[in-house]
T-cell receptor, first 112, second 111 residues
Framework: EAGVAQSPRYKIIEKRQSVAFWCNPI?????LYWYQQILGQGPKLLIQ????????DSQLPKDRFSAERLKGVDSTLKIQPAKLEDSAVYLC??????????FGPGTRLTVT | SQELEQSPQSLIVQEGKNLTINCTSS?????LYWYKQKYGEGLIFLMM?????EEKSHEKITAKLDEKKQQSSLHITASQPSHAGIYLC???????????FGTGTRLKVLA
């Protein structure tokens, strides 16, 4: 069974530029999560999808971050414009419903 | 809002030693998950605990959820270098659909 795929693995951009991350969850997993993990901290949930509907996006900075999950499968997370404090690892995870989550390898974003 | 606090923040042990990591919640836990993360990689699911007093083991790792369901411990017996990494507890935040994580415990095992 293929795991959660994410791309790119690494991205370096300048502040005020835009960036997009892609995630393909495990086949059949209805729930998809995007997390932001700043160095030395635990992951912080940005947005949670159930199929293609948003369950929770209360911690998503909506003035600059957006996410979509078209057709209830893969998802993209966009930052526009990026700030220095957005430097972090962005993790995507999926689960059948609730319960244990399966994580992708993450995308390490550096904003200079 | 519910928070998960882990202790210790970091741990260095000699190979072969036992160790324990704790995760304490500010509210009742309805599902507690343990994950392991290696530097630069995603999280790997280890175990899930739901019932008070529940204990689960996988290889040399044992996790327990206390009766009051506000604290969990992760115990590693006879640690090996392969156990090194960051251990994170995660939980379904009480009364919400939100999933929260602790700050993590960084484990280093000296050969």
């Amino acid at each position: 069974e293929a795991g959660v795929a994410q791309s790119p693995r690494y991205k370096i951009i300048e502040k005020r530029q835009s960036v997009a991350f892609w995630c393909n969850p495990i086949s059949g997993h209805a729930t998809l999560y995007w997390y932001q993990q700043i160095l030395g901290q635990g992951p912080k949930l940005l947005i949670q999808f159930q199929n293609n509907g948003v369950v929770d996006d209360s911690q998503l900075p909506k003035d600059r971050f957006s996410a979509e999950r078209l057709k209830g499968v893969d998802s993209t997370l966009k930052i526009q414009p990026a700030k220095l404090e957005d430097s972090a690892v962005y993790l995507c995870a999926s689960s059948l419903n609730r319960g244990e989550q399966y994580f992708g390898p993450g995308t390490r974003l550096t904003v200079t | 809002s519910q928070e998960l606090e882990q202790s210790p923040q970091s741990l260095i042990v000699q190979e072969g030693k036992n160790l324990t990591i704790n995760c304490t919640s500010s509210k009742t836990l309805y599902g507690l998950y343990w994950y392991k993360q290696k530097y630069g990689e995603g999280l790997i699911f280890l175990m899930m605990l739901q019932k008070g007093g529940e204990e689960k083991s996988h290889e040399k790792i044992t996790a327990k959820l206390d009766e009051k369901k506000q604290q969990s411990s992760l115990h590693i017996t006879a640690s090996q270098p392969s156990h090194a990494g960051i251990y994170l507890c995660g939980a379904d935040a009480s009364g919400t659909y939100k999933y929260i994580f602790g700050t993590g415990t960084r484990l280093k095992v000296l050969a």
